[in-house]
């Protein structure tokens, strides 16, 4: 495997597993009975960057991360249980 595809790979890796993350955080916050509003306000946060989030479109930092365990009152575990 050249430099070129294994970059693309991991690229790709990447798409998925971002992907699988905003899924799984739908999931969840469905799960509670939350709306990507209740959620952003009590993240202050924008609607807009939850829905990137949950849509795989951005990579969320891992301080977010921990501010969606602490709302959704789970284990920070839960958010990456999941298959990509």
Known sequence: M?????????YLDE???LDAFGKNLKRLRKERGLTQEQL???LDME???VSRIERGII???IGNVNAIAKVLKIEH???FNFSD
């Open 77 to 79: 575990k839960e958010l």
């Open 47 to 49: 609607i807009s960057q």
């Open 59 to 61: 990579n969320t930092s």
């Open 40 to 42: 952003a306000i009590d």
């Open 2 to 10: 050249g430099l070129h595809e294994f970059y693309k790979v991991e």
């Open 15 to 17: 798409i998925l597993f």
